[in-house]
């Protein structure tokens, strides 16, 4: 097994170094440095210690994932295998390729040392920023993929590149303001500036203060439980919040998603993120509540959808291969019976909820019979029952019989039809509803410019209208 020590060189200065980490340095049989681009390595030269350095592979580099991987590979050959290696880097506490070479089955002594963190809390202290023991800690590049936590302090460290300070500083834009007040080096600039600086290193930092939920214009989900909880408060929270049960909060969490998805069909953004906002605060109010009693927390939720993502996508973390979105499909509702313990096909349809919209659990009762083979050929063979089932409604309508279950089977027939054609037959209602109502409105308005009134007309009158108004659609669908 290859033995390499691991040395902090600390923030940048060598007067920094710890003893320890200087006499490792020194005594180093063979030295390599992750760059030259650090205090010590001029320390080094002057005290005449032979290194080499691993600049060219960041020079070289387009991808940081990779990058850790190929410096970790380098410092094994470096090693080969023998002893009294010594690698130096600023911080063995956030440096990736430390985590790589570990995982590469490398046995590393750590000499640790004076950290970014340190450095930065120094330079805050001076800068007369206050400073918080509760912190995160971070290096630029982790910074771009990981959550952020306004309300803690956060140390961004190894800010080696104007352009990964741009992108640093467009990460801090998406929840902190433009003007908030951070420490870079000894100065406090506000974040806008944090990519117009002169010169950038590896043993560049920042310490960006905690901002409270009334400092920010941009929030995260953790904002979003932090506030209900803050709503449920006893004593001094909403009164409206804290009456509310699951009971009570029913109603919204329907309205809410058909909201939803009235927002998807205008195609507005930005009234999408309004009404995808409301049906995720139905979610954080519902899990609010629950931890009041005890039953369960927002993380038993996002816990249970993300154990139920990984288990129904073994084609992405398990040994099932599908290449198409029909196999996804099939894998999805095995995996789904085998959970749910759904052994027969009627399970699986007296598993989906009966109050859906019933137009949408006739589609979905209808595919689970079309997994075991029990379905129309095509559209027009599901047709004909539809036809059969309007001579039913007739005669039932004459006999009075059961009107209501023979109406049942008419839409049931035609919700086939729909499925059969690639249609999702709750939608092709939807855009039938809406054609009616723009078709009522202009005979209605034709009406009025007439000088009558719909009240006073008979079906007949309001029907010469309601023909026209269909000429004057089809005339204007002909030119287009």
């Not at 690698?87 to 002594?109: E, H, I, M, S």
């Amino acid at each position: 097994m290859t033995e390499i020590t691991v040395v902090a060189l600390g923030p940048g200065d060598a007067m920094l170094l710890t003893a320890r980490a200087a006499e490792a340095l020194v005594r180093a049989e063979r030295l390599l440095l992750r760059t030259q681009r650090h205090g010590v390595a001029g320390w080094l030269d002057e005290l005449g210690i032979a290194f080499e350095t691993l600049d060219h592979l960041y020079r070289e580099a387009d991808d940081f994932d990779r990058l850790a991987e190929a410096v970790a590979e380098a410092v094994l050959r470096f090693a080969d295998g023998k002893p009294g290696v010594c690698y130096g880097v600023p911080d063995p506490l956030t440096d990736a390729t430390v985590v790589k070479l570990r995982d590469l089955g490398a046995k590393l002594t750590v000499i640790e040392g004076v950290t970014h963190a340190n450095a930065v809390r120094t330079r805050a202290l001076e800068a007369g920023v206050r400073f918080s023991e509760s912190h995160l800690s971070m290096t630029a590049t982790d910074m771009l993929t990981r959550a952020l936590v306004p309300e803690l302090p956060l140390i961004i460290t190894e800010i080696d590149s104007r352009l990964l300070a741009g992108e640093v500083k467009l990460r801090l834009l998406s929840l902190y303001p433009p003007d908030w007040a951070i420490v870079l080096g000894g100065s406090s600039i506000p974040l806008s500036e944090l990519d117009r600086q002169a010169e950038y290193g590896h043993v560049t930092s920042a310490y960006i203060p905690a901002a409270a939920l009334l400092d920010r214009s941009r929030y995260t989900f953790a904002d979003l439980i932090a506030i209900m909880a803050r709503l449920r408060r006893p004593g001094d929270g909403c009164p409206w919040d804290l009456k509310q049960t699951h009971e009570t909060l029913r109603q919204y969490i329907i309205e809410e998603a058909y909201e939803a998805v009235d927002a998807i069909h205008s195609g507005d953004a930005m009234r999408i993120v309004d009404e995808l906002g409301d049906v995720l605060l139905q979610v954080a109010f519902h899990a609010q509540i629950a931890s009041e009693h005890a039953n369960f927390t927002i993380d038993d939720v996002t816990t249970a959808v993300c154990a139920k993502m990984i288990a129904r996508h073994a084609h992405i973390w398990g040994d099932v291969h599908c290449k198409t979105p029909e196999e996804v499909l099939s894998s999805w509702e095995s995996t789904k019976k085998t959970e749910k313990g759904l052994k027969q096909t009627v399970d699986m349809m007296r598993d989906i909820p009966a109050h859906l919209p019933q137009l949408m659990r006739a589609y979905k009762v209808q595919n689970k019979a079309r997994q075991v083979g029990f379905d129309w050929d095509s559209p027009l063979d599901a047709l004909d029952k539809v036809l059969e089932e309007a001579v039913e409604v007739r005669e039932a309508l004459a006999g009075g019989s059961d009107v209501e279950m023979e109406l049942g089977d008419l839409l049931f027939a035609a919700a086939n039809v729909a499925r059969l054609s690639g249609l999702q037959p709750e939608v092709a209602l939807g855009r039938s509803t809406e054609k009616f109502i723009g078709r009522f409105h202009e005979m209605e308005q034709a009406v009025l410019a007439a000088g009558k009134e719909l009240s006073g007309m008979s079906l007949a009158e309001m029907d010469v209208y309601w023909d026209a108004v269909k000429k004057r659609e089809d005339a204007s669908s002909r030119r287009c």
